[in-house]
């Protein structure tokens, strides 16, 4: 079974910077690849994708709200992706949720529901 948890949200002060943790468990065992997603949802929003990073051979996907002030990068001894973020704004304030893939193929890594497994949700709040 695969497990995901999230960690590392918190209160940050807009231009402040965080570094969100997804640890995964249970998917070396079922995968020999995976690939692990960052979404978010602010209260009366549509889940939105962030990030995205396959194990096997490194490829990110950024959404376009967030590219060039956060950066996907993944510890594959560890099974544990990161998320970090830079120049936070009050807009990126949400609920973030890290998801699981067998695969990274080339399309449709945005809807949610390709994601087969999710972890409970971390909340960024940024302050103006």
């Known amino acids: 079974e695969v497990q995901l948890q999230a960690s590392g949200g918190g209160l940050v002060q807009a231009g402040g910077s965080l570094r969100l943790s997804c640890a995964a468990s249970g998917f070396t065992v079922v995968y020999d690849e995976y690939a692990i997603a960052w979404f978010r949802q602010a209260p009366g929003k549509e889940r939105e994708g962030v990030a995205c990073i396959s194990s096997s051979d490194g490829t990110t996907h950024y959404g376009d709200a967030v590219k060039g002030r956060v950066t996907i990068s993944i510890d594959k001894p560890e099974d544990t992706v990161y998320l970090q973020m830079n120049n936070l704004r009050v807009e990126d304030t949400a609920v973030y949720y890290c998801?699981?893939?067998?695969?990274?193929?080339?399309?449709?890594?945005?809807?949610?529901?390709?994601?087969?497994?999710w972890g409970q949700g971390t909340q960024v709040t940024v302050s103006s």
């Open positions: 998801a699981a893939a067998p695969i990274l193929s080339r399309t449709g890594f945005w809807q949610p529901d390709y994601w087969t497994s």
